[in-house]
C-alpha cells in the first residue's frame, strides 16, 4: 500500500526553526519526486516546493513565501523527505502535507501535521 | 506565476445531481491539471490527472475535460460521499499553484 507519513509537527516561536518529516513505504521512493503543500486550517491548498528525483537531477522548487527560509531535502536511502523551516512566521502557521507526483498530480497524500507558530 | 480560478466558489445539489465545476488558468497549461477533493479534516484525494484521465479507483461518475486554460470537472449523479471541497492544479510550471476551492454542499 502506498503510504506517506509526515511527523514533526508542533507549536513554535516566531523566528525559531522546525524540520518536517515525511516517510514513504509501499514504493520505490526514489523513483520519486516529492512535495510539500501547506494549508491554513479552513483555507484553501497552498504550494510549498518540490524536489525531484536523483535521477531527474534532484533538483529542487520553492514558492516564493518561503524561498531563503524553507529547505527541501530527501534521503532516498530511508525513503524520508524532510522540510527544514527556518525564521518561521506566524502565516506559515498550518497543516503541512507531504505528497508525490504521480504524472501532472500528487498522489497519494499524508496526513499532514500541524505547524503552529505564536509567542 | 500561472494564477488558478475555480467557479463557483460554492454550489448547493442534491444527492443523484449532475454537477459541473470550472477551472481557468491565467494562461496555456496544455492538459497539465488536476483535480482534487477534500474533505474536513482529511488529505486531499486525487481524483483527475492530465485534465482527463481517471485516478485508479476513482467512481467513474468523476470526469474531467478541457485543455488549454478552460477545464471541468463533472460528477454526474452525485452520491452523498462526494460533498467535499475540490481543487483544480496546475502541474505546467512551478509553482504548481492550486485553485480557491469550489465547496460542494448538500441542497
Known amino acids: 500500500e502506498l503510504q506517506l507519513v509526515e511527523s514533526g509537527g508542533d507549536l513554535v516561536q516566531p523566528g525559531r526553526s522546525l524540520r518536517l518529516s515525511c516517510t514513504g513505504s509501499g514504493f520505490a521512493f526514489g523513483d520519486y519526486s516529492m512535495s510539500w503543500v501547506r494549508q491554513v486550517p479552513g483555507k484553501g491548498l497552498e504550494w510549498v516546493g518540490f524536489?525531484?528525483?536523483?535521477?531527474?537531477?534532484?533538483?529542487?522548487e520553492y514558492a516564493a513565501s518561503v524561498k531563503g527560509r524553507f529547505i527541501i531535502s530527501r534521503d532516498d536511502s530511508t525513503s524520508i523527505a524532510y522540510l527544514h523551516m527556518n525564521s518561521l512566521k506566524i502565516e506559515d502557521t498550518a497543516v503541512y502535507y507531504c505528497?508525490?507526483?504521480?504524472?501532472?498530480?500528487?498522489?497519494?497524500w499524508g496526513q499532514g501535521t500541524l505547524v503552529t507558530v505564536s509567542s | 506565476d500561472i494564477q488558478m480560478t475555480q467557479s463557483p466558489s460554492s454550489v448547493s445539489a442534491s444527492v443523484g445531481d449532475r454537477v459541473t465545476f470550472t477551472c481557468r488558468a491565467s494562461?496555456?497549461?496544455?492538459?497539465?491539471l488536476a483535480w482534487y477533493q477534500q474533505k474536513p479534516g482529511k488529505a486531499p484525494k486525487l481524483l483527475i490527472y492530465?485534465?482527463?484521465d481517471l485516478q485508479s479507483g476513482v467512481p467513474s461518475r468523476f470526469s474531467g475535460s478541457g485543455s488549454g486554460t478552460d477545464f471541468t470537472l463533472t460528477i454526474s449523479r452525485l452520491q452523498p460521499e462526494d460533498f467535499a471541497t475540490y481543487y483544480c492544479?496546475?502541474?505546467?510550471?512551478?509553482?504548481?499553484?492550486f485553485g480557491p476551492g469550489t465547496r460542494l454542499e448538500i441542497k
Open positions: 524536489i525531484r528525483a536523483k535521477k531527474y537531477g534532484g533538483t529542487i
Open positions: 494562461q496555456d497549461i496544455h492538459y497539465w
Open positions: 492544479q496546475q502541474a505546467d510550471s512551478f509553482p504548481h499553484t
Open positions: 492530465a485534465a482527463s
Open positions: 505528497t508525490r507526483e504521480a504524472g501532472s498530480g500528487y498522489n497519494p
